[in-house]
């Protein structure tokens, strides 16, 4: 017996479409990012003097030049070189996310975005050959620099191609829900990169650490490709119930899109909802950064904490974000589909109230009595902090589809240069002003919040851009498509057109 089921039957319901694919390619980006953003916790805790290891044996373990577990030394300008090795990667990858966007405009994102991880966890496996070169320290630094700068440019594909990729697998009844599975791995990575890496120095070295992940990320690039198309029309290990599915939910002139656009970038610079995005991103990654390089110093200097203790601590807040993010998914979902708001409104009350109670709990951990109050306040920072990411980040999709990688490319730049200029604006507020310094770095950390909230309610917008398709692009589809399943064998039969 056959039943046949509608479209318009999964239309009723949030993650309940024909199919899992498009959740295994969700599980695959955020696992992906997991891995690339947690290789950075390898290299959160330089020690400061390391123009003195030039005097230390090679084999002596104060030799060594990465110490994730010591604490930061402020002010961090003030030992030049080692900001500069530290932050590396970003001053790259700040330069290379643009780049990266523009590619995916007219080439495959998937490639792109599997090569990425590939090239960066290549490059982790020379970094630990760079203590065995020579005993000069200067060489030493250059060499670190030099493969930091690399792993900054590969990464400068990363999440564009990842929003290139997504825009192609996120039918719209279930789009908030997919892309907040994908970009858990942001908060993943220092929550389980931190620990992982103190635990992984103390027993078997430092060396080690670099190995592990680069080999990770490596093993994911084969399931990558053995598993992932660029789009579900290419996909043949797709179910036909599942890509007709996609088909339909997808308009037409984004999954077929032509490979040789025409960038509009006089109307992309003009367009207020894409600075609502940036604002959105820049002020997001300015507390993130906030909270993953400069608590362990905060902790230290407020409330004395040990390092073991502090990391301990510092765990919950990113737990709190990885938990929230999906919720705010599944919320956004829900609410689109059993309510008549538009998804505009939607995006902005998410929005809206995770940057509104983010910069409220951040002004308050400025007056946290105690390490514990504090934490508690972190964690309801970067908890309602994630409910946003259904908001500003499932934007990029929505308003200019073709083009969301290259968006996603100008919004990692931007927010990438807030994230390092807010961890040396705290470190130079905290090491001038002695008493209320923490207390000031906070409050600015919340005005941007405030700021940037602002600015997306009042010009974010989810409605499609006028300028997101070129005029001779084909339309959605009118046809009814049918699908048809055998109840008993649970078989996948062919598509039909009616």
């Known amino acids: 017996m056959k039943n046949e089921f509608r479209l318009n039957r999964h239309r009723n319901f949030c993650c309940c479409g024909p199919g899992k694919k498009r959740y295994l390619l969700a599980f695959l980006c955020t696992l992906g990012l997991t891995i690339v953003i947690g290789m950075r916790s390898e290299m959160l805790g330089i020690i400061s003097n390391l123009k003195n290891q030039s005097d230390t044996k090679l084999h002596d373990k104060s030799s060594l030049i990465f110490k994730p577990s010591e604490h930061r030394k402020l002010?961090?300008?003030?030992?030049?070189?080692?900001?500069?090795?530290?932050?590396?990667?970003?001053?790259?990858?700040?330069?290379?996310?643009?780049?990266?966007?523009?590619?995916?405009?007219?080439?495959?994102?998937?490639?792109?975005?599997?090569?990425?991880?590939?090239?960066?966890?290549?490059?982790?496996?020379?970094?630990?050959?760079?203590?065995?070169?020579?005993?000069?320290?200067?060489?030493?630094?250059?060499?670190?620099?030099?493969?930091?700068?690399?792993?900054?440019?590969?990464?400068?594909?990363?999440?564009?191609?990842?929003?290139?990729?997504?825009?192609?697998?996120?039918?719209?009844?279930?789009?908030?829900?997919?892309?907040?599975?994908?970009?858990?791995?942001?908060?993943?990575?220092?929550?389980?990169?931190?620990?992982?890496?103190?635990?992984?120095?103390?027993?078997?070295?430092?060396?080690?650490?670099?190995?592990?992940?680069?080999?990770?990320?490596?093993?994911?690039?084969?399931?990558?490709?053995?598993l992932i198309d660029e789009k579900p029309t290419k996909d043949d290990s797709l179910s036909n119930?599942?890509?007709?599915?996609?088909?339909?939910?997808?308009?037409?002139k984004v999954l077929n899109v032509k490979r040789q656009l025409k960038i509009p970038w006089k109307h992309i610079i003009k367009s207020r909802p894409?600075?609502?995005?940036?604002?959105?991103?820049?002020?997001?990654?300015?507390?993130?950064?906030?909270?993953?390089?400069?608590?362990?110093?905060?902790?230290?200097?407020?409330?004395?904490?040990?390092?073991?203790?502090?990391?301990?601590?510092?765990?919950?807040?990113?737990?709190?974000?990885?938990?929230?993010?999906?919720?705010?998914?599944?919320?956004?979902?829900?609410?689109?589909?059993?309510?008549?708001?538009?998804?505009?409104?939607?995006?902005?009350?998410?929005?809206?109230?995770?940057?509104?109670?983010?910069?409220?709990?951040f002004v308050a951990m400025g007056f946290a009595q105690d390490e514990k109050t504090a934490t508690v306040l972190l964690s309801l920072c970067l908890g309602f902090s994630g409910l946003a990411v259904a908001g500003y980040a499932v934007n990029v999709v929505e308003i200019a589809p073709n083009y969301a990688g290259l968006i996603m490319g100008m919004a990692s730049g931007v927010s990438t240069f807030t994230g390092i200029g807010s961890t040396v604006i705290a470190s130079l507020v905290v090491h001038h002003v002695k008493s209320q310094g923490w207390r000031i770095a906070l409050c600015l950390a919340a005005a941007t919040q405030f700021f940037s909230m602002s600015m997306y309610l009042w010009f974010g917008s989810s409605d499609e851009e006028f300028w997101a398709f070129e005029p001779n692009q084909s339309t959605i589809s009118t046809n009814k498509v049918v699908i048809s399943v055998d109840t008993n064998t649970k078989e996948d039969l062919p598509i039909s057109v009616v």
């Open 241 to 252: 119930y599942e890509k007709n599915f996609l088909i339909q939910s997808i308009e037409s």
């Open 75 to 226: 002010p961090w300008t003030e030992p030049l070189m080692e900001d500069f090795v530290e932050n590396a990667v970003f001053f790259a990858y700040m330069i290379a996310s643009p780049i990266g966007g523009y590619l995916t405009v007219n080439h495959d994102s998937s490639l792109l975005f599997g090569s990425s991880v590939a090239m960066t966890c290549g490059i982790n496996l020379f970094l630990p050959l760079v203590e065995t070169i020579s005993q000069d320290i200067t060489a030493k630094i250059f060499m670190i620099i030099l493969l930091r700068i690399l792993q900054g440019l590969a990464e400068g594909c990363l999440i564009p191609a990842m929003f290139g990729v997504l825009r192609f697998w996120t039918p719209w009844n279930e789009r908030s829900t997919i892309i907040c599975l994908s970009v858990i791995g942001v908060s993943l990575g220092p929550l389980i990169g931190l620990p992982v890496c103190v635990q992984i120095e103390d027993k078997w070295g430092w060396g080690v650490v670099f190995y592990i992940y680069a080999n990770l990320g490596l093993i994911w690039c084969i399931f990558w490709w053995r």
């Open 274 to 361: 894409i600075y609502a995005i940036l604002f959105t991103y820049a002020a997001d990654d300015w507390t993130f950064q906030i909270s993953s390089v400069c608590m362990q110093s905060y902790y230290r200097h407020q409330y004395d904490s040990s390092i073991d203790k502090t990391i301990f601590l510092l765990s919950f807040p990113f737990l709190a974000r990885s938990l929230f993010v999906p919720i705010g998914g599944i919320l956004a979902d829900v609410i689109g589909l059993k309510t008549s708001w538009s998804w505009t409104h939607i995006r902005k009350l998410l929005t809206g109230l995770g940057f509104g109670l983010k910069g409220i709990f």
